[in-house]
């Protein structure tokens, strides 16, 4: 007897991720806002979790940022020893009001980090992304224009 399941699976990740999973294909970070209590935010959201009003509007921000938090990660969620160690972030991307964009480090080492540091956004090529989060392959130290 077979016990293996034909199940067929598609996810939709509604307007608010959708635009936002196209904006990334394209090269771009697509945030809402919320003109109540002045707040754009990234991911995009149909909602403010603030004022629980509708955003009012879409907008593109910058693909640049400060580093608000991060971690040095040598060891993976299963226990693997990681060499060289990830290092996760939490990034205010320019534009935005609060909150932050979780992503990954890269060009960068570890004693080097630092919070309030300016980083920019590396995309993968153009013919390599696919509207995931992975098309930006990571933040690096922001070469031009230096901390904010």
């Not at 754009?40 to 959201?45: M, Q, S």
């Not at 403010?48 to 910058?62: L, Y």
């Not at 060891?75 to 320019?94: F, G, H, N, T």
């Amino acid at each position: 007897m077979d016990d293996a399941l034909d199940v067929a699976y598609t996810w939709d990740p509604g307007e608010a991720m959708g635009a936002f999973l196209e904006g990334l294909r394209d090269g771009r970070i697509i945030a809402t806002h919320c003109v109540s209590c002045e707040r754009t935010l990234v991911p995009p959201r149909k909602f403010c979790e603030r004022c629980f009003r509708p955003t009012d509007r879409w907008e593109e921000v910058a693909s640049t940022g400060l580093v608000e938090t991060f971690s040095i990660c040598h060891v993976s969620w299963d226990m693997r020893d990681l060499d060289p160690p990830e290092l996760p972030a939490v990034i205010r991307l320019d534009g935005t009001s609060d909150g932050g964009f979780l992503h990954k480090l890269g060009e960068v080492a570890p004693d080097d980090i630092r919070i309030g540091m300016a980083v920019e956004a590396v995309w993968r090529p153009l013919a390599e992304r696919t509207g995931s989060i992975l098309d930006i392959a990571y933040f690096r130290p922001r070469t031009a224009g230096g901390d904010a």
